[in-house]
Antibody, heavy 126, light 110 residues
Framework: QMQLVQSGAEVKRSGASVKVSCKALGYMFTSQYIHWVRQAPGQGLEWMGVINPSDGSTSYAQKFRGRVTMTRDTSTRTVYMELTSLRSDDTAMYYC???????????????????WGQGTTVTVFS | QSVLTQPPSVSGAPGQRVTISCSGSSSNIGAGFDVHWYQRLPGTTPKLLIYGNNNRPSGVPDRFSGSKSGTSASLAISGLQADDEADYHCQSYDNSLSVVFGGGTKLTVL
């Protein structure tokens, strides 16, 4: 069964950093890109960026450039999302999600997300 | 402020048909990029409902359908059921090289 399993909830002080993990199970880890998406309370879904698990290349949303880093460890089939200089408005549920179509062989443009992690709550207090 | 615009809420009675709109621009939906829809039931993670404008993943009932025209897209739900009550989100891609989402629409089954 294909699934993405994320790390547990985090509570951080304003200004700190958080690193969330996402382990891929049940499919070839390097076959499809993985996105990070967040949803703050009362807000819509917000795209943060994407990583190619095969070579580690990334693309970040402009809003998060300079604060977000996405990495992967092929030996453990895990991708990571680190967000620095946390603020109270970073309080949100963070999801990893697999791209339905984008693979290292072919990626015309980022597409739908067919497998989602269970989400990781990040709470930032001042 | 989301790049794609959705109504905050829609409602309908059981058995009725409802539609949820998703309005974009010439740099995303109007540029020819596909639109996808997600359903988020209370307390759960988003689930892919429609991809590529009008395709249903395996297991999604044919009561759910999608369409796209110009710079907008729509999700239609026919034969409304109580367990369709959820948040619905549209998603596309933008010429700014970003994935874009709508703000989400809360469907209430009366």
């Amino acid at each position: 069964q294909m699934q993405l399993v994320q790390s547990g909830a985090e509570v951080k002080r304003s200004g700190a950093s958080v690193k969330v993990s996402c382990k891929a199970l049940g499919y070839m880890f390097t076959s499809q890109y993985i996105h990070w998406v967040r949803q703050a309370p009362g807000q819509g879904l917000e795209w943060m960026g994407v990583i190619n698990p095969s070579d580690g290349s990334t693309s970040y949303a402009q809003k998060f450039r300079g604060r977000v880093t996405m990495t992967r460890d092929t030996s453990t089939r895990t991708v990571y999302m680190e967000l620095t200089s946390l603020r109270s408005d970073d309080t949100a549920m963070y999801y990893c999600a697999r791209d339905l179509r984008c693979s290292p062989i072919r990626c015309h443009y980022y597409y739908a997300m067919d497998v989602w992690g269970q989400g990781t709550t990040v709470t930032v207090f001042s | 402020q989301s790049v794609l615009t959705q109504p905050p809420s829609v409602s309908g009675a059981p058995g009725q048909r409802v539609t949820i709109s998703c309005s974009g621009s010439s740099s995303n939906i109007g540029a020819g990029f596909d639109v996808h829809w997600y359903q988020r039931l209370p307390g759960t993670t988003p689930k892919l409902l429609i991809y590529g404008n009008n395709n249903r993943p395996s297991g999604v009932p044919d009561r759910f359908s999608g369409s796209k025209s110009g710079t907008s897209a729509s999700l239609a739900i026919s034969g409304l059921q109580a367990d369709d009550e959820a948040d619905y989100h549209c998603q596309s891609y933008d010429n700014s090289l970003s994935v874009v989402f709508g703000g989400g629409t809360k469907l209430t089954v009366l």
